[in-house]
């Protein structure tokens, strides 16, 4: 399917949703679950994930890259994701956000900001008798403009999420993660993943920003903590040797031994 367009041009992808919607975890998990999704990498029942094939061909991102080739060895489900979200790929991506103006840093609101608000009004009106004051009403309100915060979104960050759906099981990733929720369905079980295997991965926090036609948009897009939003990963491959898997139907081995640590 063709990617989302901003209001400004820009075309972003599922990877790139799932960073604006809840940062860099939720973006390690959109990546795993694109792999999977095409076959790339698959999920052993106990929770370790192996490579189709032992090189990175197939990847479209940096962070697709990263994975495949962490995956010479088999690894667990959970440190994928980790490892993923704490990587130089990753904060690339962040970077990329933010020269195109999807995110900036972030600004917390100071609790008085209303006060310089007030402040900056009366001495703009009281400009219409003395002019002077009128540096003083522009030096309150750029301060309490500044106090005000910013939220990690833009609004062209904000108008690229407007209208993304879960139309295909990569973009309920991006969207809700794997521990997630589709139409009262586990976001897990599009890819045939079992509960023990998504449980390995941190709880979905509630957001703030709730849903709008069906989806969320977070003020957590820019955060810098790799454990952002839920983390999550299948496969239409997820399944153990000689088994059927849930999401693509497909058969698939097994993901063979341990991996990578754990939390």
């Known amino acids: 399917m063709a990617a989302p367009t901003a209001a400004t041009g820009t075309r972003v992808s599922p990877e790139q949703i799932g960073y604006l919607t809840e940062g860099p975890g939720r973006a390690a998990e959109t990546a795993l679950a694109r792999l999977l999704d095409a076959g790339l990498a698959r999920v052993s029942r106990d929770g370790i994930v192996s490579a189709v094939h032992q090189n990175e061909l197939g ?14 060895k088999p690894v667990r489900f959970d440190a994928v994701v980790r490892n993923a ?25 100071l609790a008085a900001w209303w006060v310089f608000l007030a402040i900056g009004v009366v001495l703009g009106l009281a400009a219409f008798l003395e002019p002077w004051t009128l540096f003083g009403a522009v030096g309150f309100l ?58 390995m991965l941190p709880r979905k926090r509630k957001n703030k920003a709730r849903r709008r036609g069906g989806r969320a948009a977070s003020s957590a897009a820019a955060c810098g903590s790799s ?33 990578g640590g754990g939390d």
């Not at 979200?85 to 020269?99: V, Y």
């Not at 099981?169 to 295997?197: D, H, K, M, T, Y």
């Not at 299948?234 to 698939?252: F, L, R, Y």
Request: aromatic share 4%; charged share 15%.
């Open 59 to 72: 990847a479209t991102t940096a962070v697709e890259t990263l994975i495949l080739i962490g995956l010479s």
């Open 85 to 109: 979200a704490k990587s130089s790929e990753m904060r690339a991506l962040h970077q990329q956000l933010r020269a195109q103006r999807l995110t900036r840093n972030p600004r917390p609101r």
């Open 142 to 199: 750029g301060f309490a403009y500044w106090t005000y915060g910013a939220k990690p979104l833009t609004r062209a960050g904000q108008a690229a999420l407007k209208d993304v759906t879960a139309s295909d099981r990569v973009l309920a990733v991006a969207l809700e993660g794997f521990r997630g929720r589709i139409e009262n369905r586990s976001v897990g079980e599009l890819f045939g993943l079992p509960q023990s295997v998504v449980k």
């Open 227 to 259: 454990a952002c939003g839920s983390s999550g990963c299948g496969s239409s491959s997820s399944c153990s040797s000689g088994s059927s898997c849930g999401g693509g139907g497909s058969s698939c081995g097994g993901g063979g031994g341990g991996g």
